[in-house]
């Protein structure tokens, strides 16, 4: 290799530009600090700025005394939703039932065409959105939209954080959040949860290890089903106050569907704060919009890419949300929608109780975890075996020591129930893993 260069920003456009050639490959040692400095002629410190820029950028990794590695682009890791063509039935996808899902193209108003220059945000689905968000925002929040909780969650972060920033996040965690972080380069810290939500002793010591946001599900945690009790809430919010400079975003993903309260863990102090809203789950996945309630400055910061003229969600998408949250038939039948997928996951919790399968006690979502105190894969292979697709935990994991596994109950019927709970007793007999299950 033929490193050149005299300043931190030209040693890191040399390396930069061999390792996109392909001259510096994944896994390739860069020289010592001290030696690229006698080689170059200039400060150890130049070169140690290069280093830490790659580090940041995710082209390489500083690993202490063991040198500078060229990494590997991220992997592109497990995704929700299911392939199709498969002969299992299907629980592992996430989806919800899309009987429960309205005909959005039946509700778009005839409206004249939108221009450039028009403002983002419709006035009609504005005044819709904060009569959601208004008794949850503190006082004189701005109100924007995004593509989704996911392209929200990317947003917000890249207008306040940089490559190699850590983020605070639940462990086991969302499969889009956690795709997320990986490919904008940031650092997780994994948070341990119960069926409460995140611990707050653990919210701590990541906060005091260096986080520099957070991100959480207030309630219908995806996997594991997990809400915040009004007092897990509070005790996360007095920890929240202690850092005030911490971006926090809350992904409140299931909100028209939650069958839990929502409790705030934003304390006054905090600065920099998201509360988001998507409307996927009730109105459907491909409804690609999410509002969000948050502070002026992170509101000024998403504007100069969500701006008139330049980007903005589509008018389109904004008229059939409105038409949907605006429709009494609409919102009632969501509201349905949200008891029948409590009730299908009830059915199964208690299937699987009767059966010596503890799960735990409060869960909301699409979703029911099975915690297990070991791989879940030879679980998931037996049920396969039986005809059930599921999903292991694992794949949710931010650190490792996550298993479990995710059955998605939204389109479950009560005598599928029965028969899962069976067959997954007997695949826990086989392993020898009844009565061994882990926790949340």
Not at 171 to 186: E, I, K, V, Y
Not at 195 to 208: K, N, R, S, T, Y
């Amino acid at each position: 290799m033929k490193i050149t260069g005299q300043t931190a920003s030209a040693v890191f456009d040399s390396i930069r530009q061999q390792i996109l050639s392909g001259a510096l490959v994944p896994g390739q040692l860069l020289p010592p600090v001290r030696d690229l400095a006698l080689q170059l002629q200039i400060n150890r410190n130049t070169v140690a700025a290069a280093y830490k820029r790659l580090d940041a950028a995710g082209l390489a990794q500083t690993r202490g005394r063991r040198g500078t590695v060229v990494t590997a682009p991220p992997a592109v890791g497990a995704q929700e939703g299911s392939t199709g063509g498969s002969a299992l039935h299907d629980l592992s996808s996430g989806n919800p039932d899309p009987q429960w899902l309205p005909d959005l193209r039946g509700l778009l108003p005839v409206r004249a065409p939108r221009l450039y220059g028009t403002p983002t945000i419709d006035p009609q689905l504005e005044r819709l959105a904060r009569a959601q968000l208004d008794p949850d925002c503190p006082p004189g929040y701005a109100l924007e939209l995004s593509h989704g909780a996911v392209d929200a969650i990317e947003r917000v972060l890249g207008s306040w954080l940089v490559p190699g920033d850590r983020v605070a996040v639940e462990n086991p965690c969302f499969l889009g959040s956690l795709n997320t972080l990986r490919a904008g380069g940031h650092a997780t810290l994994a948070v341990a949860i119960d069926e409460h939500g995140m611990l707050p002793a653990a919210l701590a010591a990541a906060l005091d290890a260096g986080a520099r946001a957070v991100l959480l599900t207030p309630r219908a945690h995806n996997p594991t089903g997990a809400s915040l009790s009004q007092r897990r809430a509070r005790e996360l919010r007095q920890v929240l106050e202690r850092h005030p400079q911490v971006l926090v975003l809350v992904d409140d993903h299931f909100a028209l569907l939650s069958q839990q309260p929502y409790h705030s863990v934003i304390a006054p102090r905090t600065r920099r704060w998201v509360l988001l809203r998507s409307l996927s789950k009730a109105l459907g996945p491909d409804l690609r919009l999410a509002v969000l309630g948050c502070d002026a400055d992170t509101a000024a910061r998403l504007r100069l890419r969500m701006a008139p003229g330049t980007g903005w969600v589509s008018h389109l998408l904004q008229d059939a949300a409105a038409a949907a949250l605006g429709s009494a038939r609409v919102m009632a039948r969501v509201a349905k929608a949200g008891r029948d997928y409590a009730q299908r996951c009830q059915v199964l919790q208690q299937a699987l109780g009767e059966q010596g399968i503890q799960t735990p006690a409060l869960m909301d979502g699409l979703n029911l975890w099975v915690p297990l105190a070991a791989d879940s894969q030879p679980l998931v292979l037996a049920l396969a075996q039986r005809g059930w697709q599921v999903r292991g935990g694992e794949v949710f994991a931010v650190q490792p020591g996550v298993h479990g596994l995710r059955i998605t109950t939204a389109l479950l019927a009560a005598g599928d129930a029965r028969r899962v709970a069976l067959d997954l007793r007997q695949a826990l007999e086989d392993h020898g893993a009844l009565g061994v299950l882990g926790r949340t």
